[in-house]
């Protein structure tokens, strides 16, 4: 029997990882890219020696013999590969007061204390959390998807999530906005608020993740996003799989219910026994498909209700060493800076010193994200005023730098600004969006209840990536590649197939942040 083809839209984690276990598996497969590069939302940029990143700040799975490490082996991007081991997530301070964001639980207790005793109940309580996901093993959700999971697969996966049905019941749906006002301390009223980089993430994601970085499984890899994914293109390559980039796909075409491959914007037909798109979900139903594959829920999932995260990212190229301070701080606002039309009470510098690979010595990548609305940039869309205002976003950035960080403006080299308009120009995600849904209470109980990956009345096509993963994680975007083709192979009657290259093992590099 010929082998099936599979055509995948898209040549992000998601995609390169549907990819790669697809050949593991003896599937012909071709991924399109409206790209030139693979990677999508995980990508860095250079500019004149500098290299911007767009994606990782941290990485679950960088431990071995971790949680997602074994996926991560799987597809060849780990091994041989550095990983930063941050001992802060990120120092939060308003000028008198600093709270610095330990991933060690029993020191980050220790501090917080020392700030406010009387909030010991509130902070004993999440370090306590912090301790208990430290054994939660987050790729059991992972490891084979639902629909293929019998009783015995039920219970083993029941008995693996059993120790942490309370800490998930107490703290899943919790924002660190609610969390931050039980406490008494002012400062921590405000501190906690910005602990996990926006006031709606759930307390539990925050947890999972100071208790993955304090086991050594959320690392940085060396050399950042887009090398890491370029890792992954080329196990793909390897295992002989096509990709075809600078080949954006208009239309899945479908007949009687059935998927029978694409149509690129060039009028290429490409035939296909199965579709996997790990595309822009939003794009994907309701344009490629022409919305022809929906029923209610999916409607209320793009209905606009749902929280997706947009913002503006100013980067500088410094020349000026700063390995030697945090790599990341929040500075909380007694006086409000005036950025895109809103005032903002917070702004998190973040540099990339840590990571010599990423600019020439002495020199240093420093970035700032600001969210901001994608319709505030598309209303100056094609105007002088989008550049202007670009521009003045910058200027405001660098103002403020100087002021924290005095002589900072002169040893600026490289300026470079991404809007919601260049997420969208570079990744067709909606609004700019760049991490799918923004991960909150909400869409935390979608990603504990699942999307589907499929779409009622259609056959051989499935949904990958963020869209149907919600939070923008990394990992979940390559193990939704790796469990829809689990699912075409049950489908076959074939068993799955994860085969490990043979590289070089994982380095370890453990820099502690100062």
């Not at 992954?232 to 295992?239: A, F, G, H, P």
Request: charged residues 20%; contains cysteine.
């Amino acid at each position: 029997m010929p082998e099936k083809t599979i055509v995948i839209i898209g040549a992000g984690i998601a995609g390169l990882s549907a990819g790669c276990y697809a050949r593991m598996n003896g599937y012909q497969t071709h991924i399109f890219e409206l790209h030139d590069l693979p990677g999508g939302l995980c990508t860095s940029w250079e500019r004149k020696g500098y290299t911007f990143d767009g994606c990782l700040h941290y990485l679950f799975g960088s431990g071995e013999g971790q949680p997602f490490n074994a996926m991560w082996q799987e597809l060849g991007a780990v091994q041989g590969r550095a990983m930063v081991n941050h001992s802060e997530y990120q120092r939060i301070t308003d000028g008198d007061n600093t709270l610095i964001v330990y991933a060690d639980p029993d020191r980050l207790e220790a501090h917080m204390l020392d700030l406010s005793p009387q909030d010991a109940p509130l902070i004993r309580a999440f370090c306590q959390g912090v301790r208990q996901f430290t054994r939660f093993d987050m790729f059991a959700m992972y490891r084979q998807p639902r629909p293929l999971m019998n009783a015995l697969d039920w219970r083993e996966f029941g008995l693996a999530m059993m120790p942490f049905i309370l800490p998930m019941a107490r703290w899943a749906t919790v924002s660190a906005r609610a969390f931050a006002e039980r406490f008494h301390h002012p400062f921590l009223r405000r501190a906690v608020a910005q602990m996990f980089s926006w006031e709606e993430a759930p307390v539990m994601m925050g947890m999972s993740l100071l208790a993955y970085m304090h086991t050594g499984n959320a690392g940085f890899p060396v050399g950042g996003s887009l090398a890491f994914a370029r890792a992954i293109e080329q196990r793909y390559l390897e295992l002989d799989g096509q990709i075809h980039y600078k080949s954006q796909v208009e239309k899945i075409l479908t007949e009687n219910g059935r998927v029978q491959g694409v149509r690129l914007y060039n009028d290429e037909f490409i035939p296909a026994d199965i579709v996997i798109s790990a595309a822009d979900g939003r794009s994907t139903i309701f344009d490629m498909l022409g919305g022809d594959y929906v029923n209610q829920r999916i409607r209320h999932l793009y209905d606009g209700h749902l929280q997706t995260l947009s913002q503006v990212q100013i980067s500088l190229g410094v020349n000026r060493d700063l390995s030697s301070e945090p790599h990341w701080v929040n500075h909380l606002l007694r006086q409000p800076l005036l950025v895109i039309g809103e005032e903002r009470y917070e702004v998190g510098v973040q540099h990339y010193g840590f990571d010599p690979s990423l600019a020439p010595a002495g020199k240093t990548p420093l970035i700032v994200m600001i969210r901001s609305a994608y319709g505030y940039w598309q209303h100056i869309y094609g105007r002088k005023l989008y550049d202007t205002e670009q521009s003045q976003v910058s200027d405001i950035v660098i103002d403020f730098l100087e002021s924290r960080y005095p002589g900072l403006r002169s040893s600026i080299e490289v300026v470079d600004e991404a809007t919601p308009l260049s997420y969208e120009r570079y990744t067709n995600n909606w609004m700019g969006s760049t991490c799918g849904w923004l991960m909150t209470g909400e869409t935390m109980r979608l990603l504990i209840n699942g999307i589907d990956h499929t779409l009622p009345g259609l056959a051989n096509f499935y949904l990958a990536g963020q869209w149907v993963e919600p939070g923008g994680s990394v990992p979940l975007a390559a193990a939704s590649g790796r469990g829809v083709i689990q699912r075409i192979c049950a489908a076959d009657g074939k068993p799955f197939e994860a085969i490990l290259p043979i590289m070089k093992p994982v380095v370890q590099m453990p820099i502690a942040a100062l």
